[in-house]
């Protein structure tokens, strides 16, 4: 079982950064490949970013790669999401998961982005 826990969403202008962090609980942090996934009003959810097991492989959505970066710290138990060069199609809820077999088996409750113009 693993609990996780976003922070740092807010209201940013277009352009401005903002920093997502996620809490996992659990001793089994590290197994687990991690990921973020957002979804806008109205839209599906959209996969954002990945990272592996160790840190040492990322992946990104198209949408988001060169302004997006995705890191972990497996001895804080912590994955975050460092969103620069924000725009207005950034805004949406973003969730962190906690991924297994290519399954997202964990989900937190999402923390809020908005970017204004």
């Known amino acids: 079982q693993v609990h996780l826990v976003e922070s740092g969403g807010g209201l940013v202008q277009a352009g401005g950064s903002l920093r997502l962090s996620c809490a996992a609980s659990?001793?089994?942090?590290?197994?687990?490949?991690m990921g973020w996934i957002r979804q806008a009003p109205g839209k599906e959810r959209e996969f954002v970013a990945n990272?592996?097991?160790?840190?040492?492989?990322?992946y990104y959505a198209d949408s988001v790669k060169g302004r997006f970066t995705i890191a972990r710290d497996n001895d804080k138990n912590t994955v975050s999401l460092q969103m620069d060069s924000l725009r207005r199609e950034d805004t949406a809820v973003y969730y962190c998961?906690?991924?297994?077999?290519?399954?997202?088996?964990?989900w937190g409750q999402g923390t809020q982005v908005t970017v204004s113009s």
């Open positions: 998961n906690a991924v297994r077999f290519g399954i997202r088996a964990y």
């Open positions: 659990g001793r089994t942090f590290s197994s687990y490949a």
């Open positions: 990272i592996s097991q160790s840190g040492g492989s990322t």
